[in-house]
């Protein structure tokens, strides 16, 4: 039986639950586990708790009377996101190596001026900083020196002149770029300008590749090429599949209805409601095609009617206010269909009650700015602040209700632009044969 098949829920509680440290009940787990230094008994505890914006992990930590081998790690336990993620941080003053990261075994950290990599599943999952990704990778290279020396002093000195520029960057004497890339979309590098943007912090989602997907143990969708039920029966029909609560993993029900929005298009609404911990959660897919030019939405903000106006934000659409100097990129959130101030609500949450500026790791400047921050939206929700709400969606698939349709909104505008290069890019675009594909497919053959 494995380690984790060994613990029990506390007192009938969940398996993981959330790192304070005021639960009493709170304590980890030990298990007497094998040392390989000296193939005698250790000990390993294991806390199973939760982290906001990182799910459920597992940190253990092992220790050996014998020998004094001790070693840590971090283990996500959560499930792998809907698409991977890419950190890009140039890195050009001394406090940008304190900020903190989250890594896991999948992602491969990369600092492209040292030509350095990090490969996937070479190093266990780790919360830790820059600096301290980089002492690792040094303590890594260093392990082995000695025995390099006596076989291969050339290979062994060019590895030690290496291991001399590693350690000069952390004095910053010069910028370099960070970049971490896991496919799983669990890793997470701190913004410690939140909420406003970071200029030096660069968040990209995209869609995984097949070999990437067979790298994590997912298996392709096989698609139907007779579908049973026609478009017409998946308007009229709910439809429901079993999935897993993304709070407490207890089994649980999703719907699914195709909808179609007036003067919009359709879309696809999923809904899923766990009866074991009550946590709700709705998600919103675009039933067509992208559009063939992005959209871009503006409403002026003067009234608190203007907040039960319905609000279609999907994946691939970013979020702005001006007024607060905010920006929520594409992938944020997810898909979502709900009102102005229900995103509101969301996108407060989501900067309140960021891990990072909650926990040992807050310094009293950062939490005062996060609170100002939740003050002004919830003046923008009582119509105490006026301010401009932007919907930026390359995709054309994002839709804001206009109150006065099929009549001109006054305090509403919408733009239709030409995506640039790079959203393309984003979308997937650029590399999509869409015209003469079956000629070419004939000719390979």
Do not use: W
């Not at 897993?244 to 179609?260: G, Y």
């Amino acid at each position: 039986m494995s380690a984790i098949g060994q613990l029990e829920p506390v007192r009938g509680g969940p398996l993981f639950r959330p790192l304070s440290a005021e639960d009493e009940e709170q304590q980890p787990d030990e298990i007497e586990s094998l040392c390989m230094s000296c193939y005698r008994n250790g000990v390993t505890r294991l806390l199973l708790t939760k982290i906001p914006f990182f799910k459920e992990i597992i940190v253990s930590s092992f220790t050996c009377g014998s020998c004094a081998c001790s070693n840590t790690e971090i283990q996500s336990v959560g499930r792998i996101q809907e698409q991977g993620v890419c950190y890009t941080l140039v890195v050009t003053a001394r406090q940008d190596m304190n900020r903190e990261v989250v890594k896991t075994d999948c992602a491969t950290a990369r600092i492209p001026e040292l030509d350095f990599e990090i490969p996937a599943f070479s190093q266990k999952g780790a919360l830790t900083t820059i600096e301290g990704i980089i002492d690792r990778a040094v303590a890594g290279l260093e392990q082995d020196q000695p025995v390099r020396r006596a076989a291969d002093k050339d290979v062994a000195g060019k590895i030690e002149e290496f291991i001399g520029k590693l350690k000069q960057l952390k004095e910053v004497d010069s910028s370099f770029t960070f970049i971490i890339d896991d496919p799983s979309g669990n890793s997470f590098v701190e913004n410690p300008c939140a909420p406003q943007k970071d200029d030096a912090l660069v968040v990209t989602h995209y869609r995984r590749t097949a070999q990437q997907d067979a790298m994590l143990g997912l298996e392709a969708e096989e698609t139907d090429e007779n579908p049973a039920d026609s478009v017409e029966d998946l308007r009229n029909e709910v439809l429901q599949f079993n999935t897993n609560c993304p709070e407490c993993n207890a089994p649980a029900n999703t719907n699914m209805k195709l909808v179609q929005i007036p003067h919009f298009k359709e879309v696809i609404i999923m809904a899923t409601n766990c009866e074991a911990c009550g946590h709700r959660t709705n998600e919103v897919k675009s039933g067509g095609a992208i559009e063939p030019l992005g959209t871009r939405i503006t409403l002026r903000v003067t009234d608190p009617s203007d907040m039960t106006r319905d609000v279609l934000k999907s994946e691939t659409c970013s979020v702005e206010i001006p007024e607060l100097e905010f920006e929520l990129g594409m992938g944020a959130l997810g898909g979502k269909f709900t009102t102005l101030e229900g995103l509101l609500k969301d996108i407060r949450d989501l900067i309140v009650k960021n891990p990072f500026t909650l926990g040992d790791s807050s310094t009293p400047s950062r939490v005062e700015k996060l609170q100002e921050f939740g003050r002004k939206v919830y003046q923008i929700m009582e119509g105490h602040m006026e301010a401009h709400f932007i919907l930026d969606d390359p995709a054309g698939n994002s839709y804001l209700q206009n109150v006065y349709a099929p009549e001109e909104d006054p305090e509403l505008k919408v733009e239709h632009y030409e995506r640039t290069f790079a959203q393309n890019e984003d979308l997937g675009l650029n590399d999509m044969r869409t015209e003469g594909y079956e000629t070419g497919l004939t000719s390979e053959r």
